[in-house]
Each structure stands twice: as structure tokens, then as C-alpha cells.
């Protein structure tokens, strides 16, 4: 009897607990929410606003930031294009970055997988020397390499802007990948060596496709880095024929203040963002997911 | 060399099938495996000498030179260029200027992308499993968007939002009745200028780090979490006590690589105020650096401006290490794997916020 008694009481308690939870749950997600709309508004609303101005005129522009354009002005991007040759810069972005992007995976896959997987006297040695090559600040070698660059004639060059990505990218492809093809198992290697395959073949038929995942995840990381790069092209790019978008649109933004064009200058805003959003839009899921792989590999 | 390389290689690791005696085919020198060798680990150890470590070399010698770079004469004068720089009232404002960079950006970024993590993996009902609020993939997307444009663009896109007249932060700030941001020049008081920057600087970064921080919490247990709820620590106590001791190294590399960020700062401050901001308010290191090297062609005296970029640098991360050491992180758990000891464990975690800030920085 007195036991039912406690054991109610136990249960109404428990019940004015739970109440008492939920209520604090539902204030508690009431302000994440808050604050978190907070955040995705602050986040959102800057890039819809260039999306609005870029449809303005100048002087729209200048007479209020809220109004909605009178017409919609699509010449703007066609000014953008032609005014800023945002179309010329974003060729030369695609030609440098596919290029170093090409070369970055397939080159430091190649020591990821000798650093990884074989054992010879200065491996470690060369391990840190990269190490120490990803933490150094860049500005501490950009006058030396600018006339290292200019001695083997590559200064505002593609090939050599292509080639400083290379070499300033490998460190971090390097490591993410190091850890990747450790990870791989031996038997399938040793199963590839057994039937006869050499080095090379065991390495691009067996041993890199296996590591696609991974490659995947620092080809995405490394597209995005080097496509906004901007010190280096600054620096070591200056002929304006080979600039890359980064760096257009910089200058374009300086012009202005000679010849202003306002609703130009949003519309080339836009025109440099879309690309990259749709991308990050399409593997959205695999960046959130690379990161992942980044931590815990 | 080569020698060496097979005899080792079947002595590392694992047993291969040549070590077991399985194949002695595999002993053999071949043409094959010498190529290999020179192949994959010489090309891209050419480019990475020739083009990361020979500058940073050269850079060191070059400090301690007058050298204007288009001739070919230049004088070895010891420490003078650094005597120069610490005498130069514009260069100790820029090394204040991202000295402030450098303490406030990292911890506010981080702490804001801490908040929007947790709320994201952790911030749901506290009954059941433990699960984040609804609609978590909606603001992860969203955060992250930020870090997928071009930190030029951020830059000039918030140049813009900070316009006196034509600018929406005035123009909102105007609308709801205060009245006294009529053409406010946000980036050109004094008192203002570096306050925006530093907000620009986190708008651009905290998705990234958030991002980060959500895939360092889903891999903490979650019976820890059952655990602590058991014992009644509430959300806030559960943050500090468990989630963060459980993602510290990832905090750990995340405020080194923002540190470096905020040393570095060059496309941000490049986009809103190319001129050093206000009286210098906003001038930093590298901007510096890159007008004496290339505006005005002292090449010695520039360089010894990145060595000491370099040294601030190695100086912010020595005090992270040691304030993650004294409060009682680091040691323990980089014992648990002996074979390869801290750096590399390290390393794994720290490369990827580093090919974030670009896969060449």
C-alpha cells in the first residue's frame, strides 16, 4: 500500500520533471531558432541585396538601397562582361585551376603514396620539410619566389602561376592523402603484385582508384582554395592578358571610383559568385561529408 | 639508395610476400620500380623545392640584405633592415593592428561557430536520443555559403553593404529611427574601421568552422552525452564540459589556421580598405610588405617584414599549444597512438582548415 503510494508519487514527480524538460527544450530550441534565423538572415540577405542592385541603375543605387529597380536591367551584365573582360579572366581562372588542380592530385598522390606505403631513409625528413611547408605564412616567400619565378622566365606567365599553385597546394593534398593510402589494406596490393602487376600498375589501377573517395574530398577542397586564391595572381601575375578572375574583379572594383558604374560592378559580383555556388550547390553534401573525413581520418 | 629502398620496404610495416620469402622477384631492381621511384616521389619534390622551400630559404638571407631587387648589387647588413622596421612607427602600427586581428577573430569566430555546431548536433529535445534541432541541414547550408565565395568578393560585397550613402547597413540602420548613421563612413572613422573588418572577417569564416566543429561533435560518443544528461548537467554545462574537452584538438587547429588568417588578412583588408584604412587603423603586415616589395621595390627590407610575420605566426601557434597543454589537453591523448606520435595526428586533423584558407594559401 504505502509502496503504491511512493511509487505514484515517484510518477508524478516524473511526470512534472518531463513537463518541466519539455518546457525548457521547447524554450531552449524557441532561441536557437532565434538566433540562428538571426544568423541565416545576416548570411543572406547581403547576397540577395547584390542580387537585387545588380538590376538597378547607378543612380537607383545611390538613391536608395531598399528600392526595387524600375526596369530590370539585364545590361548591366552584359557591361559587366564586356566593361570588366570578366569573360577573359574567368577563362583564365578555369585554364589555371584545372590545370593545377590536375597536376596537384596526381602529384601528390604519387608521394602521398611513396610516403605512405614504403619505407627508405629520409622519408621522415621529407615529411616534416612539407610540414614546415604548410605552416609558414605564405608572405614570407612571395619576393623570393616572385624572382625565382622571373629567373626561370615564368613571371606573369600561366605555367607559372600554375606551377606556384602546384607546389604551395601538394603540402595539404599530401597529408590529407598520406593518412588515406595508410589506411588502404595491403591484401589487395599484394594481390595486384602476385598477378603480375608492377609498381606503376599497382598504383593506377589498383591503388588510386581505391583511394577516390578521398581524392574526391581534397579535389573539392583544393578547387575551391586555389579558384579564390588571390595573393599569388596578385603578386606573380601581373599582365593583365593572363589576370584571373580573383584579381579582375579587385581592379574592377578599384576602377570605380574613375568611372562609376555601380549596377555594373554588382552584376559582375554575381557573375563571379553563380559559378561557385552552383558548385557547392551540386556536392553540397560531400563537402559537409569531407569535412568529416578530414577530422577523423 | 635505391638498394636500401627495397630492403626496407619489406621490413616496414606489414610482411610483404617477398619478406615472407614469396616472391624474391620482388628484391629485384628493376627498371620498373626505379622509375617508379623517381617518378613519383622526384617530380613533385622538384616543385615543391623549387617553388615553397628554396623561397623560404632564399628569405631568411635575403633580410639581412639592402637588395632592391632590379640590380644585381646589395650589401649584407646584419639586423639593420630589422632595426629599420622596429623604429618605423607605420610598421608597429600595422604589427599592433594584426596583433588585434589575431586575439579578437579567432576566438569570436570560433566561439560563434561552437554556438551553431552545438545548437545544430545537440540542440534538440532532451529526450531520446540525442539529436539537433529541427531544420540543422537547412542552417548548416546556409552558414557555410560564406566560405564558398571568394573572400575578394566578401570583401567587396561588404564594401558595398558598408557604402555611407547607397550601403543596406545604413540604410537599414536609418529606417529603424536612428537617424544618426546617415551617411555613416563605417570603414572610414577610426573608431569604426577595424570593428567592421573584424565582422566581415567572422561573416566570412564561421560557416567553415561550424562545419568543421559539427563533424568533430558527431564523433564524440554518444554515451557521453547520455551519461552527463543522467547526471543532470544541463546544455550549457554539457557544452563546456563535454564537448568541448572531446573536440579540443580540432579547436586546437582551428584557432591556429584562424590565427594565420588573421596575421595574414591580405584579401580582406585588400577589398575594403586598400589604403591602410583611417589614420593606418587597419593596416596590416602584409599589406605593408607588399607595397615596400613591389610599389617601391625594396625587396631586402620586405622580406625581413615576412620574417617577422613568420615569427608572429610561430609565436600565436607556440601559445595555443601551450594554452591547450596548461589547461589540460594535448598530452594525453597524442600518447595513445606511439607509433606515430603528435605531429601526425596532428597534422591529419590541422591539413584541411589549412587547404580551406586555399589549397595554396
Excluded at chain 2, 558598408?162 to 540602420?173: I, K, Q, R, T, Y
Excluded at chain 2, 625581413?304 to 594535448?330: D, E, I, P, Q, Y
Amino acid at each position: 500500500m504505502s509502496a503504491t503510494t511512493a511509487d505514484q508519487g515517484a510518477v508524478t514527480a516524473d511526470r512534472k520533471l518531463t513537463r518541466q524538460v519539455a518546457s525548457s527544450d521547447r524554450r531552449f530550441a524557441a532561441i536557437s531558432h532565434t538566433l540562428l534565423t538571426i544568423w541565416a538572415v545576416v548570411v543572406i540577405v547581403p547576397m540577395l541585396w547584390v542580387l537585387m542592385s545588380s538590376f538597378k541603375s547607378t543612380g537607383e543605387i545611390l538613391s536608395s538601397p531598399f528600392s526595387l529597380p524600375d526596369t530590370w536591367r539585364f545590361e548591366n551584365y552584359s557591361n559587366a562582361w564586356s566593361d570588366a573582360n570578366i569573360g577573359k579572366y574567368f577563362l583564365n581562372s578555369v585554364i589555371v585551376v584545372v590545370a593545377a588542380l590536375f597536376l596537384v592530385m596526381l602529384l601528390g598522390a604519387m608521394c602521398a603514396y611513396i610516403l605512405a606505403r614504403f619505407q627508405f631513409p629520409g622519408r621522415r625528413l621529407i615529411y616534416y620539410t612539407m610540414l614546415a611547408g604548410l605552416t609558414f605564412p605564405v608572405f614570407l616567400a612571395i619576393v623570393p619566389l616572385f624572382f625565382q619565378l622571373q629567373n626561370f622566365g615564368l613571371l606573369n606567365t600561366r605555367l607559372g602561376l600554375i606551377l606556384t599553385y602546384v607546389a604551395f597546394a601538394l603540402p595539404f593534398t599530401m597529408f590529407f592523402l598520406y593518412s588515406f593510402f595508410r589506411s588502404l589494406p595491403h591484401d589487395v596490393y599484394e594481390a595486384a603484385l602476385i598477378d603480375g602487376a608492377g609498381d606503376w600498375r599497382a598504383f593506377f589501377q589498383v591503388m588510386l582508384p581505391m583511394a577516390s573517395p578521398g581524392m574526391a574530398a581534397v579535389a573539392i577542397f583544393n578547387f575551391l582554395g586555389l579558384w579564390n586564391q588571390f595573393l599569388l595572381p596578385v603578386a606573380l601575375n601581373t599582365d593583365q592578358d593572363n589576370w584571373v578572375l580573383t584579381q579582375g574583379m579587385s581592379a574592377y572594383a578599384a576602377s570605380q571610383v574613375y568611372d562609376i558604374d555601380y549596377g555594373a560592378l554588382f552584376a559582375a559580383i554575381v557573375i563571379t559568385v553563380v559559378p561557385v555556388l552552383i558548385v557547392y550547390a551540386i556536392f553540397q553534401r560531400r563537402i559537409s561529408g569531407s569535412v568529416s573525413q578530414g577530422t577523423f581520418r | 639508395m635505391s638498394d636500401t629502398i627495397t630492403k626496407t620496404e619489406a621490413t616496414g610495416g606489414r610482411l610483404t610476400s617477398a619478406a615472407r620469402g614469396g616472391r624474391p622477384r620482388r628484391r629485384k631492381l628493376t627498371f620498373d620500380r626505379v622509375t617508379f621511384f623517381l617518378a613519383f616521389l622526384g617530380i613533385p619534390l622538384t616543385i615543391f623545392v623549387l617553388f615553397v622551400l628554396m623561397p623560404f630559404v632564399q628569405a631568411i638571407f635575403w633580410a639581412m640584405t639592402d637588395w632592391r631587387g632590379y640590380s644585381p648589387d646589395y650589401n649584407f647588413i646584419g639586423f639593420d633592415n630589422f632595426i629599420k622596421m622596429f623604429e618605423d612607427e607605420v610598421f608597429l602600427k600595422a604589427l599592433r593592428n594584426v596583433a588585434l586581428l589575431a586575439a579578437v577573430v579567432p576566438f569570436v569566430t570560433l566561439t560563434l561557430a561552437l554556438g551553431v555546431a552545438v545548437a545544430i548536433t545537440l540542440g534538440g529535445p532532451s529526450k531520446g536520443p540525442v539529436r539537433g534541432i529541427g531544420g540543422a541541414s537547412f542552417y548548416r547550408v546556409i552558414s557555410f555559403f560564406p566560405y564558398v565565395v571568394p573572400a575578394i568578393i566578401v570583401g567587396l560585397i561588404w564594401a558595398q553593404m558598408f557604402d555611407p550613402n547607397a550601403g543596406l547597413v545604413n540604410g537599414f540602420l536609418t529606417r529603424t529611427g536612428l537617424d544618426g548613421f546617415e551617411a555613416f563612413a563605417w570603414l572610414g572613422e577610426v573608431s569604426t574601421a577595424m570593428p567592421s573588418l573584424m565582422f566581415v572577417f567572422v561573416w566570412g569564416l564561421v560557416g567553415f568552422y561550424a562545419v568543421l566543429f559539427i563533424a568533430a561533435i558527431k564523433g564524440v560518443p554518444a554515451e557521453l552525452y547520455e551519461a552527463a544528461r543522467i547526471d543532470g548537467a544541463g546544455r550549457f554545462r554539457t557544452t563546456l564540459s563535454v564537448t568541448l574537452p572531446s573536440i579540443r584538438d580540432s579547436v586546437q587547429t582551428a584557432y591556429i589556421y584562424l590565427g594565420i588568417a588573421a596575421l595574414d588578412a591580405f584579401v580582406y583588408v585588400q577589398a575594403l580598405l586598400p589604403n591602410g584604412g583611417p589614420a593606418n587603423s587597419t593596416l596590416t603586415i602584409s599589406q605593408q610588405l607588399f607595397t615596400t616589395a613591389f610599389r617601391k621595390g625594396q625587396f631586402g627590407y620586405a622580406t625581413a617584414m615576412g620574417v617577422v610575420l613568420a615569427v608572429v605566426t610561430l609565436v600565436f601557434a607556440a601559445l595555443v599549444f601551450a594554452v591547450n597543454r596548461l589547461t589540460g589537453g594535448g598530452e594525453d591523448k597524442k600518447v595513445k597512438g606511439p607509433r606515430r606520435k603528435a605531429p601526425p595526428a596532428g597534422v591529419e586533423q590541422g591539413a584541411l582548415p589549412a587547404g580551406a584558407e586555399g589549397g595554396a594559401r
